[in-house]
């Protein structure tokens, strides 16, 4: 598998796209733009899933569903949303199709125009906002605590699995509240949640901060985000939070009855992830021979392979594998024992390594009388033989190790290839070189960050929070500048 | 609460409306025909999602995720599908808008059509084996067991809330056998499997049987389905399995080669329940105080409701009732301690009936000095007083108790609405009194079934699964019979 299988420093944007097929995670379908999540890819989903949910429970939220449709209308309703959201979208314009003339296939039946075009859902703001109109009048209802797991669709021109598809999965967490100070405290809530994640359980260090003006989501009023580095120096949005001060409840005329019984509008926030993450997942940890996956994520923690040239050898073994399989999954440990007789075990190494399989045990008879196994680990590709007895400690402890070893290992990329660069030479220089976060002072105007992104494809990525101030030159304009904020291009 | 809500005899359909709505399960959206799934009806689809998800996994199945769109051209491969299921449905014609010339609003953009139409999936049988058709050479990429949780689009003219909506949530499976054989026992299974959750987990008693011709799915061979009897009469079909042969196979040419290496087409199943479900949980168990639900599906198994006139008397109540919430919660109980001051406690009484939680639990100042508590079960309304001590054990044997009286209820209610009829008028009296199955002969053939149908709007639920052959004369047409069917009135 690996033979015709690119290496990153070979062409890393077909070794991406040819581990995503290869691992079968997902493939293009026969709709431009929409992927197919094969059943490999969907079972790391299902872990982002559940431990996100976990998280947005614990945090207060609950789940609730909204229509996919959205009516053409909605989106004027809120000026800037519509610039950002309305244009590039699928759009239904009928509700019946009929048999051609001819009686060969189908075509749409005329008569069955909708009234009003309906739009499939690129985001919820404007639905979910017309339907929290009826849910809201004083502040006893007051907070709502929202969110959605769904499918959307943003219509797009060039499209890559998981990191930019038409239709993806995703969450959108909306919710509703008295107070500026309690949206704000929620978008930061959120925020936090999403870092703990990505740097728990994905492994991969991120930099939170607030968007510039001109990054920022379609509505808000502040856009916080999270902000990682893949290994081909590209920065990779991994998850947003914004504040909507009040923009919705105005669009939608979402007024409540405070505590001093005066009506005002209600504060909102939003905040979601979406398949996305896959990409950054994959692009963050796998290297030359294929997937690597933090073992938090991966749907098979262990890969037992036995080693066997008969059926008599093939008993001898698994009757060594069951109980130990047995007792490693009831540590809650995922164990798979592949015990096929159709691939040789050397096919299988290939395959689980290609895979991402964190750990992989080889056992065969003449380990079974010595009392020993091979354990060999995806992260480093090193191996050890150990005794048999010794296993089960050892995997508990190899599955952290792995784990942390991935953050650490992504932590260490990042801090080498994050730049303070103070001129434009440089700045430049380091773009057509090794990529990277740049630090670099701002003059804080959009028209220098434009003419930037136009030179360079580098836009500002975030502004850290808690950002020192520091007196400084704009690296573009030369002009003064208050504090460095973060470049990079960005996938 | 219970003032403005009309009871089940005065106008069955206006309590399941204002049930779903007043329960807050579940509302009309702005969106013609697509509902919105509130917090609290969202926790038990999640619940239904939970067990139902784990049941697939357990008979080998993984999920996966395909488009939401299909292209117009796939639904005229398979003939029969494209008469079930292309006809009303939602039709994306183009994937842009733009601002109207006089800048109040977007209309579509015209340049922006798509060459071919892209139709919002009412079922994914047709995507999907176009896709499998490159997953699938030989017997050894055999059996592909896939579920996939997603929402589908059909264009209904009258839609009520869960039981008929334009969208609604689902889980589709859709597998692919090397023979004929193993598709048929993989529908038979996926049968069974419903079969079980209903009863056991929803505690709703049903029939397992196959279709009519009539009434199969549009390309199946075979459609299994499970019918359930509602309190007003009317019958629902709470699940399907379908052995589809290798029809779809051969719409969209997927061949392998078998075990003795010959070409053959590919057999298929596919199988779902969705939102409908919550329909059927509603009017099996629910009465005129309101929702009542299976213990096994309720999002609050228990809930503690505190009687206090001050502070201090609830913190002296709390003291009690926070160990106790604890050690019910380690035992996997859901409770719900309601300590708001912002409601009375009648309020709170009220409330919680009408959500249908399966137990609450009174306790007041007077309760803690005398180490007693109050319990109620929402299924009988029955009320008793107990020692505190012995409330833990009470509460884990009554969730079984109700769960156990939620079913034999509604199976009494099913067999005592179950009639042998003979004679056509007969047939017409019951449908026109008490409604409810009616087991008949019938002569087999479709135009009889559909005379009946106009006649009566009855239609032939299931043909009963090892239904005894018995000699008799059809009940409309009077022609020979070798069988009876179970006729129903259905939603």
Request: glycine share 4%.
């Amino acid at each position: 598998m690996a033979k015709d299988f690119p290496s990153r420093a070979d062409n890393y944007a077909q070794w991406y796209n040819d581990l995503v097929i290869k691992a079968d995670l997902a493939e293009n379908s026969a709709v431009r733009g929409c992927m197919v999540i094969k059943p490999y890819g969907y079972a790391i989903w299902e872990k982002i899933q559940s431990v996100l949910d976990r998280k947005f429970k614990d945090t207060g939220h609950s789940n609730a569903y909204f229509p996919i449709f959205i009516p053409k209308s909605f989106f004027s309703r809120e000026a800037s949303h519509v610039e950002g959201f309305a244009k590039e979208c699928a759009v239904v314009t009928h509700y019946r199709l009929k048999n051609s003339p001819d009686n060969t296939g189908v075509i749409v039946d005329e008569e069955a125009r909708l009234e009003e075009e309906l739009i499939v859902r690129p985001t919820s703001e404007t639905i979910i906002w017309d339907t929290y109109k009826n849910w809201i009048q004083s502040y006893r209802d007051l907070p709502i605590l929202i969110n959605q797991w769904a499918n959307v669709v943003r219509w797009e021109m060039r499209t890559r699995l998981f990191l930019r598809t038409a239709e993806f999965l995703w969450q959108e967490g909306h919710t509703a509240h008295a107070t500026r100070e309690e949206a704000i405290t929620e978008s930061e809530t959120m925020l936090n949640v999403y870092a703990d994640f990505a740097e728990n359980w994905m492994a991969i260090p991120v930099i939170k901060g607030t968007k510039s003006p001109a990054e920022r989501f379609a509505g808000a009023i502040e856009t916080y985000a999270i902000e990682a580095l893949m290994q081909d120096g590209k920065a990779l949005q991994a998850g947003t939070s914004h504040f909507l001060g009040q923009n919705f409840a105005k669009a939608f005329d979402v007024k409540f009855l405070n505590q001093d019984n005066k009506l005002d509008y209600v504060w909102a926030t939003s905040w979601g992830v979406s398949t996305r993450l896959m990409g950054a997942l994959i692009m963050s940890h796998s290297d030359d021979a294929g997937l690597v996956l933090p073992p938090k994520l991966a749907p098979i923690q262990v890969v037992i392979v036995p080693v066997f040239k008969n059926q008599e050898q093939l008993s001898v073994i698994s009757n060594v594998v069951k109980p130990l399989k047995k007792s490693l999954e009831d540590k809650g440990i995922s164990v798979k024992y592949d015990d096929r007789e159709t691939h040789k075990p050397g096919w299988k190494f290939t395959e689980y390594e290609f895979k991402g399989v964190p750990i992989r045990v080889i056992i065969g008879p003449r380990d079974v009388e010595q009392g020993t196994v091979e354990i060999a680990r995806r992260d480093t590709m090193e191996k050890e033989v150990l005794q048999l007895r010794d296993l089960e400690n050892k995997v508990i402890h190899l599955l952290d190790q792995i784990q942390k070893n991935l953050f650490d290992r992504a932590l260490s990329f990042r801090e080498s290839n994050t730049y303070r660069v103070d001129s434009w030479q440089e700045f430049k220089q380091v773009l057509e070189t090794t990529g990277g976060f740049i630090s670099a002072h701002w003059d804080g105007t959009p028209e220098t960050e434009e003419k930037i992104k136009e030179e360079t494809k580098a836009t500002i990525r975030v502004i850290p929070l808690n950002n020192p101030r520091e007196e400084g030159t704009c690296v573009y304009s030369g002009k003064p500048s208050s504090q460095r904020v973060l470049f990079a291009r960005a996938y």
